[in-house]
């Protein structure tokens, strides 16, 4: 048909097949493929049904992203589902790898589909600040009613075939070969002239009942999202329109959210995501180190929730601690945490065993010596890390990957503590870290590329998002972080409250604001951190010193009521902040919420223009991308660099000066790199000047 498109043919059975590597996205070549296969396999009489089927390694992964905001080519994806549910004869999709978006709506228009067992179907285009605009939201309520399509659509999850099977999705799971497979099934339906029913004229399931119920659960926790509310909407049309209204309504909505800001942050994050695991200096192809056993250095908060993650990729894991006791205690608490998943219907309990059985306790180091891949979760001391890594260069097997999960410290000094620094870098999880996507590859001066390239790969095989940095003081995350820790306590000093900054952050659309995190994590981390180096925190420090350690201790900069987790102000740290203030001589004012966000945001983005100055980070994308998946900024207002790029780094640079002169602090002063830009009248992602 075209370069994308094949048709052939096995005897009365016409196969189309589509190639358009990496994961078949359905661009408008594909498209215009397509309608061409459907016309001819139409007007040809000696063709009996129609198989459409993707080459590769996978069915069509959904539109072609990269097409949107841009002019449409016709014929357009709605075209090509119309000249399928035209078609007299059976067409059935043949589905392998995730077909998923416009891929799966395609699918729903067939008459029947198969798949291979492993294949997943879903419509993902919330995580894109969309809704599925080919249909998904009418026919998919129509074959397994509007609750569970809802569930899909809003989450943007898919399920597996089996699943789908089940749910009477997919009419056959195939063994073998797929083409084969759906061969063989569509001559049974021809034989047995089965009645082709389009999913459109389904209506049977599209009962209203649990429908808001179900709404109200799964939207609960997104607030600020368009999508989300748009993805309920399209679903109930299809309870409460005919198929053709409810169709045009979902159009509607989609060219709505397409042209939105919301969609366009989602859609950069989805392409910076993919952008920063192409790590400078790394050439394409270098191949990772093997990674078929790994081994963890401390089961505390951090160490236990890594090993989560191997065991969870399917990697036997060793995990050491200093004595039986400690070990049990961090072994005990994966088992809880495991037991809480399955308890929620998360993991099957035999998986859960299965997972256990991987994680393999011990308290001397030695037994670490044949892994492959070895991280450090001790304590947060420079001297106990070198020493664990003079251990482990004595003890680990010639080319494993040595790892610190260090948050703040010099990887390159601790590299420096072995023989082998090549084989040193910093693999930095969040916590928890068997839930947060984030992991922070730190490359230190000496870490060898294929090094890095095993860090990536692993990253990417415990399913979380790598970035890599370089190292400076708290790499990119921690570094911006404290910028605007040090904002938030001038925030206090100068007459806001923990519940009003929280707020506006909250409002800005943080799942936490700054002093409900600070409680989580707990006050007494940084105090000692403080105390270590010579440093005050002055609201903290006495907060601190009056027992306020956080959600562990019941109290910090709020209180929580016993067995809760909801921060609730407190008048004992109103009063501490009132002193502190005036003993400071400061004259306190009612703080707007937007200056708040200013001063919570913009020193962030300030730092992140020093650490691209400074290489830290290759790109402004790679910052957003930390801040999305490990410090919980909103999705759908792209990362801290593009919001700037977004709001103009002029206005930035200007806000910055004002905050610089009033407060004094110079590192408020906005970096060059902002300076510059703002003259040039460019933003960070502008492309440089030819
Ligand atoms: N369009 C364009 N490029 C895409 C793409 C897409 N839909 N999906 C992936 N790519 C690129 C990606 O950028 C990367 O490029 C390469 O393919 C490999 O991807 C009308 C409107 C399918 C599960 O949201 O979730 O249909 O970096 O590294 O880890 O209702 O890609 O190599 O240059 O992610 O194996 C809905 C998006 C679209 C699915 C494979 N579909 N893709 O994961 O590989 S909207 C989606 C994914 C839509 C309709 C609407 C994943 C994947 P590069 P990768 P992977
Ligand atoms: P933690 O105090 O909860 O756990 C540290 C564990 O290491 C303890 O159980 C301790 O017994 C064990 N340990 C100490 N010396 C050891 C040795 N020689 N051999 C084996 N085990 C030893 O601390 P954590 O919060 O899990 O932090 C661990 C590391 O991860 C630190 O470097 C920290 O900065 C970093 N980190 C912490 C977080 C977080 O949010 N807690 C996030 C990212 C990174």
């Known amino acids: 048909m075209n370069a994308s498109v094949d048709l052939r043919r096995d005897g009365e059975i016409a196969v189309v097949t589509v190639d358009n590597p990496p994961v078949n996205a359905l661009k408008h070549e594909v498209r215009a493929g397509l309608v061409e296969g459907l ?3 139409r007007d040809d009489a000696t063709v009996e049904a129609v198989i459409i089927a993707c080459a590769g390694r996978t069915f069509f992964a959904g539109a072609d992203i990269t097409e949107f905001g841009k002019p449409p080519q016709a014929p357009g994806l709605g075209e090509v589902i119309a000249a399928i549910e035209a078609m007299p004869k059976p067409v059935v999709a043949a589905l392998h790898g995730t077909a998923l978006g416009g891929g799966f709506e395609l699918a729903l228009a067939c008459h029947f589909r198969v798949a291979v067992a492993g294949a997943r179907v879903g419509l993902p285009e919330v995580k894109l600040g969309l809704l599925p605009g080919a249909g998904g939201t009418q026919r998919l309520p129509r074959l397994i009613g509007p609750e569970k399509a ?6 943007g999850d898919p399920i597996e075939a089996r699943e789908a099977f089940a749910d009477g999705v997919i ?16 001559r049974r339906i021809v034989a047995d002239r089965r009645p082709l029913r389009l ?23 997104l607030r600020g999202r368009e999508a989300p509310a748009a993805c309920v909407e399209a679903v109930r049309n299809a309870i409460v329109l005919p198929f053709e209204e409810g169709l045009q309504r979902e159009g509607e909505l989609f060219r709505k959210l397409v042209a939105g800001d919301q969609s366009k942050a989602q859609r950069h994050i989805f392409f910076a995501e993919r952008e920063a695991a192409r790590v400078p200096g790394i050439p394409d192809g270098t191949k990772p180190r093997p990674m078929a056993t790994a081994a963890v250095i401390g089961a505390g908060t951090m160490g236990g929730g890594i090993a989560m993650c191997f065991a969870n990729a399917g990697i036997p894991v060793t995990i050491v601690e200093t004595s039986r006791d400690l070990l049990q205690r961090g072994i005990d608490r994966v088992a809880a945490n495991y037991r809480t998943t399955v308890s929620r219907g998360g993991l099957a309990a035999g998986e859960m065993e299965h997972r256990l059985a991987l994680i393999h306790g011990v308290t001397e180091l030695d037994a670490v010596g044949a892994a492959d891949f070895v991280i450090e979760a001790v ?15 004595r003890i680990a097997k010639a080319g494993a990957v040595l790892a610190t999960n260090t948050s703040t410290l010099d990887v390159d000094a601790i590299a420096r503590a072995t023989k082998r620094p090549q084989d040193v870098l910093g693999t930095h999880f969040f916590s928890p870290a068997n839930v947060m996507r984030l992991l922070e590859i730190v490359r230190g001066a000496a870490t060898a590329p294929d090094a890095v390239a095993t860090a990536v790969a692993l990253g990417r095989r415990l399913d979380k998002v790598p970035v890599t940095v370089g190292v400076c003081y708290g790499f990119v995350g921690n570094r911006m972080l404290a910028r605007r820790s040090v904002e938030a306590e001038r925030l206090l000093l100068e007459g806001a409250l923990p519940q009003e900054v929280d707020a506006a952050v909250t409002g800005f659309g943080f799942p ?3 002093f409900a995190m600070a409680d989580m994590a707990g006050l007494d981390v940084g105090w000692r951190i403080r105390k270590g180096r010579g440093e005050r925190n002055e609201i903290e420090d006495a907060l601190c010193e009056a027992g306020h350690f956080g959600q562990k201790t019941g109290k910090g900069y709020f209180r929580y009521e016993a067995g809760s987790r909801t921060p609730l102000p407190d008048p004992e740290v109103e009063r501490t902040i009132l002193e502190v203030s005036s003993r400071a001589g400061i004259a306190r004012r009612p703080i707007p919420p937007e200056e708040i966000v200013e001063r919570m945001v913009y020193p962030m983005v300030n730092e992140g223009a020093r650490i691209l100055e400074e290489g830290i980070a290759t790109r402004p994308g790679d910052i957003d991308v930390i801040w999305v998946y490990g410090y919980g900024w909103p999705v759908w207002r792209g990362g801290p660099m593009y919001y700037a790029d977004r709001l103009g780094l002029a206005q930035i640079r200007d806000r910055l000066t004002l905050y610089a002169e009033r407060s004094g602090d110079e590192t408020l002063r906005p970096a060059t790199r902002i300076s510059r830009l703002a003259a040039e009248g460019r933003g960070f992602a502008s492309p440089a000047p030819s």
Do not use: C, S, Y
């Open 39 to 41: 016309r001819r396999t």
């Open 150 to 155: 809802l569930k899909m659509i809003v989450t």
């Open 171 to 186: 009419e056959e799971i195939v063994d073998g070969d797929l083409t084969d497979g759906a061969i063989a099934f569509v």
């Open 199 to 221: 999913v459109r004229d389904r209506d049977d399931k599209l009962v209203a009942e649990g429908f808001a119920d179900a709404a109200e659960v799964l939207t609960r926790r």
């Open 379 to 393: 304590f947060e001391e420079m001297d106990l890390k070198k020493r664990v890594f003079a251990d482990l260069d």
């Open 512 to 514: 936490m604001g700054p």
